[in-house]
Nanobody
């Protein structure tokens, strides 16, 4: 059983940056890792995913060029660097782990989830 704990959320002005971290414990870190987000009144949406070795990445169109996903397997941690933040990026951000071998964008492909961290971007 893998436990995921996100950190790094907060309040930032539009145009600013934040870096989210997700630390995994309780098992192997040999998972595809993803970030999802959910804004109030909206469905959860895919943000980014990274392969087990870090060589393959997948991004939602809405964040391409602004967000970067990375991982440090020695630290069992995955990161989401968010630049040029917009008010529409405001959401609870969730880290997730998938036992599959591709960087899927469907939440149902992910087996473990963190508790989420709030990101609020003010205009």
């Amino acid at each position: 059983q893998v436990q995921l704990v996100e950190s790094g959320g907060g309040l930032v002005q539009a145009g600013g940056s934040l870096r989210l971290s997700c630390a995994a414990s309780g098992g192997s870190f040999s998972y595809v890792m993803g970030w999802f987000r959910q804004a109030p009144g909206k469905e959860r949406e895919f943000v980014a995913a990274i392969s087990r070795g870090g060589g393959s990445k997948n991004y939602a169109e809405s964040v391409k060029g602004r967000f970067t996903i990375s991982r440090d397997n020695a630290k069992n941690t995955v990161y989401l660097q968010m630049n040029s933040l917009k008010p529409e990026d405001t959401a609870v951000y969730y880290c997730a782990a998938s036992g599959k071998y591709y960087t899927g964008s469907d939440g149902y492909e992910y087996d473990y989830w963190g508790q989420g961290t709030q990101v609020t971007v003010s205009s």
